[in-house]
């Protein structure tokens, strides 16, 4: 089992910038691709990004590249979701999610462990 802890979430203006952190626990990080998602009111649930178990890939959603980069620590267990640029579209609650093999993918069912999720809101 893996747990998932996000946390950075929070209001910020449009243009403005926030730091999303997801803390792994547990079975923790070993050989587990991890991902970001998001998902507004009223809609599904989105790919943001993901990034393989070694870092060496990574994937952006068309409406987040060049805006928000996905990195991670392992020796921390930690994953984080560096944002910039926000604009009011961003707004959603972020989830933070892990899967059981080492590549990254953009598909949410493919991730088998989810945060509770952060919310995050850009005013504009």
């Known amino acids: 089992q893996v747990q998932l802890v996000e946390s950075g979430g929070g209001l910020v203006q449009a243009g403005g910038s926030l730091r999303l952190s997801c803390a792994a626990s547990?079975?923790?990080?070993?050989?587990?691709?991890m991902g970001w998602f998001r998902q507004a009111p009223g809609k599904e649930r989105e790919f943001v990004a993901a990034?393989?178990?070694?870092?060496?890939?990574?994937y952006y959603a068309d409406s987040v590249k060049g805006r928000f980069i996905i990195s991670r620590d392992n020796a921390k267990n930690t994953v984080y979701l560096q944002m910039s640029s926000l604009k009011p579209e961003d707004t959603a609650a972020y989830y933070c999610?892990?899967?059981?093999?080492?590549?990254?993918?953009?598909?949410?069912?493919?991730?088998?462990?989810w945060g509770q999720g952060t919310q995050v809101t850009v005013s504009s």
């Open positions: 999610a892990a899967r059981s093999m080492a590549t990254a993918t953009t598909r949410v069912h493919d991730y088998n462990y």
């Open positions: 547990g079975r923790t990080f070993d050989r587990r691709a």
């Open positions: 990034i393989s178990w070694s870092g060496g890939t990574t």
